[in-house]
């Protein structure tokens, strides 16, 4: 069972109780959410390398072998190999030891290899942070699945993922650090990782499962929303019904990769039944081994007028990125603005500036804070998602993240 790219939240099983981890395994099974599990070695010293077998049955997700191996090619391609052997999905090795351990493993062709290219402790700052860079590119050109990145630093997520994306656009991104290191969920995300790896926060909790379910929908996806066909077609028909209540006019529906890519397509579709039937297109991810031409799939033509769509805007970096390309790929590109489902409402003076410096409009479906307040003690099939406790904490977060002029 590979790891896909996609966003989720990787339990680190870190006790030293077997018994308690199976039965966390288990509940994991039925968890609302997209978990993978991540074996590290207290857990191992204490119950054997046969517990990633237990763990995998029991929970039906994929498991990640944390040896953190960092020993010469020979001996990590052993550990490595044992450890699939016992039903590793993937391994985690250090990137700090050198392209030829990193290949040793990645030759061994078991499963996925995942390494660290730059750690959450302040003790990284000393000797792995310098070379961070270095390392971010040799993992990436090397063709490893994974890389594990400090959510507890998320600039450095930021800058590291850029580095490995340029290289190799499949990679997925891990980062440890959520909660009781500091950060909080949805920071690295934000940033740009995939996964974000809870530990203690999960398995020290009252009720694990609940931790594991409630910190999951912390970390907000549209794809989530877009799970099934029938989802899918609700998604597309309130972004369409915005454009249509706005007015917004476009020649050119244009997704930011990734999650805007089914949204253009989703999005015109559903135009079109009302007989506006507009052109649509995305951003090709490897665009630099095609050249200019190939920086986009779809079809753009001189003095259209552009819509960009994505999921949410945080500080509206990427969508900037995104018209610049689109506005120097073709003659008198003009825009109509953005258009997302959520706007995060973190954006700084100087991020709207950035968007007004392009004439780039911000429209959205919906505000975070609305999307709180309707959440706020309402029951919805059973649940109810946003209590008090998680309301108080998305206020402290709001205070303490977003920038004053937003509060
Ligand atoms: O959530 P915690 O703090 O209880 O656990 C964090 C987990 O992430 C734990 O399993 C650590 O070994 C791991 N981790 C870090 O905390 N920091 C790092 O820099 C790297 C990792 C990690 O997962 O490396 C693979």
Request: a negative charge; hydrophobic letters at 45%; aromatic letters at 8%.
């Amino acid at each position: 069972m590979r790891l896909k790219k996609e966003k989720g939240i990787i339990v680190a099983f870190d006790m030293e109780d077997t018994e308690f981890a199976l039965e966390l395994a288990r509940d994991l099974r039925g968890a609302r959410g997209n978990f993978v599990i991540k074996v590290g070695r207290p857990l191992e010293m204490r119950a054997g390398i046969g517990i990633l077998a237990q763990i995998k049955d029991a929970s039906e997700l994929p498991i990640i072998y944390d040896g953190k191996i960092a020993d010469i090619p020979y001996i990590s391609q052993r550990i490595a190999s044992s450890a699939y052997d016992a039903g590793a999905d993937a391994v985690i090795l250090h990137g700090f030891v050198g392209s030829d351990v990193v290949k040793a493993v990645k030759t061994l062709g078991k499963g996925d290899v995942i390494a660290v290219v730059e750690m959450t402790h302040p003790g990284s700052d000393e000797f792995i942070q310098p070379a961070a860079e270095r390392i971010a590119m040799m993992v990436a050109r090397t063709g490893l699945e994974g890389v594990v990145l400090p959510a507890t630093k998320p600039e450095r997520v930021k800058n590291l993922a850029r580095i490995v994306q340029r290289e190799n656009a499949y990679i997925y991104i891990i980062a440890p650090g959520i909660k009781t290191q500091g950060a909080s969920p949805g920071d690295a995300i934000v940033n740009g990782a995939d996964y974000e790896v809870v530990g203690r926060a999960i398995y020290n909790a009252e009720e694990p499962k609940l931790a594991a379910e409630t910190i999951y929908s912390e970390v907000m996806d549209i794809a989530d929303a877009m799970r099934t066909g029938g989802d899918a077609m609700k998604v597309a028909n309130a972004y369409a019904a915005r454009i249509k209540e706005l007015g917004i006019e476009f020649d050119y529906i244009h997704g930011v990769a990734y999650k805007g890519i089914p949204l253009a397509a989703l999005v015109a579709m559903r135009l079109s039944e009302w007989e506006i039937n507009k052109r649509w297109g995305y951003d090709r991810k490897e665009e630099k081994r095609y050249g200019e031409e190939g920086a986009i799939v779809g079809e753009l033509r001189d003095g259209d007028t552009v819509l960009i769509v994505d999921d949410v805007i945080t500080t509206g970096a990427t969508k900037v990125e995104s018209w610049l390309k689109l506005a120097s790929m073709r003659r008198d590109v003009k825009s109509a603005g953005i258009l997302v489902a959520v706007d995060r409402e973190e954006m700084s003076d100087a991020d709207k500036k950035m968007l007004a410096r392009y004439h780039l409009s911000l429209y959205s479906i919906l505000k975070i804070t609305e999307i709180f307040e309707f959440l706020h003690n309402r029951e919805i099939d059973g649940k109810v998602y946003v209590d008090d406790g998680m309301m108080h904490d998305f206020k402290q977060y709001f205070r303490q993240y977003v920038p004053e002029t937003q509060c």
